[in-house]
């Protein structure tokens, strides 16, 4: 069964601009989240999408947005993009939204601005 | 208030010695998931193991094993025979039953370097 899958690996922007990642969730996985994760702020939840809905949004500005398609593969998208942007951006898939349901993660996309 | 507590930033363990990473939590819903993953430098967060809180029993997965004291709130992770390939970041987190915020909290992480 392949795993999570994230596109690109690794992307360089500059300020200003926007940028889209995306993610292909385990084949039957339905739930799809994101993290950023920084060297000062640690891992830090952006969104999680269920049946194409947006279940849950951490603590970002608006620049950060994202969807869930209907085969449940998702993607964000951050506009306007500021240096502090800068991070490791995760992607995670589990099978339901059960508190017990493991989270498994691609291999992430390393995003740098200048 | 922290929720997820790991301690140690880093340590070190000679190959093939067991090691014991810490972690204690806060929470007052009764339902709630503990994982451990770990994080090479590649940057990929593999799922290592899973306890959640009406288990009786201890998870173990393999090297990896779980500590669970659930009075003492606290999920230690301890990695028996460690190898070299076990040189990485460790993360705890919990996932919290109640509502509808499904988020994974997390602990700083634990530096393992694992010595030959």
């Known amino acids: 069964k392949a795993g999570v899958t994230q596109t690109p690996r690794y992307l360089i922007k500059t300020r200003g601009q926007q940028v889209t990642l995306s993610c292909s969730p385990i084949?039957?996985?339905?739930?799809v989240s994101w993290y950023q994760q920084t060297p000062g702020q640690g891992l830090q939840f952006l969104f999680e999408?269920?049946?194409?809905?947006?279940?849950n949004k951490g603590n970002f500005p608006g620049r950060f947005s994202g969807r869930q398609f209907s085969n449940s593969r998702s993607e964000m998208n951050v506009s306007t993009l500021e240096l502090g942007d800068s991070a490791l951006y995760l992607c995670a898939s589990s099978l339901g939204r059960a508190y017990n349901s493991p989270l498994h993660f691609g291999n992430g996309t390393r995003l740098t601005v200048t | 208030a922290q929720k997820i507590t790991q301690t140690q930033p880093g340590m070190f363990v000679q190959e093939k010695e067991a090691v014991t990473l810490d972690c204690t939590y806060d929470t007052s819903d009764p339902s709630y998931g503990l994982f451990w993953y770990k994080q090479p430098s590649s940057g990929e967060m593999i799922f290592l193991i899973y306890q959640g809180s009406y288990d009786q029993q201890n998870a173990t997965e393999g090297r990896y094993s779980l500590n669970f004291q659930k009075a003492r709130k606290s999920a230690n992770l301890v990695i028996s025979a460690s190898q070299l390939g076990d040189s990485a970041m460790y993360f705890c987190a919990m996932r919290e039953g109640g509502g509808n915020n499904r988020k994974l909290i997390w602990g700083l992480g634990t530096s393992l370097a694992v010595n030959p």
């Open positions: 999408y269920f049946s194409e809905t947006q279940r």
């Open positions: 084949s039957g996985h339905r739930s």
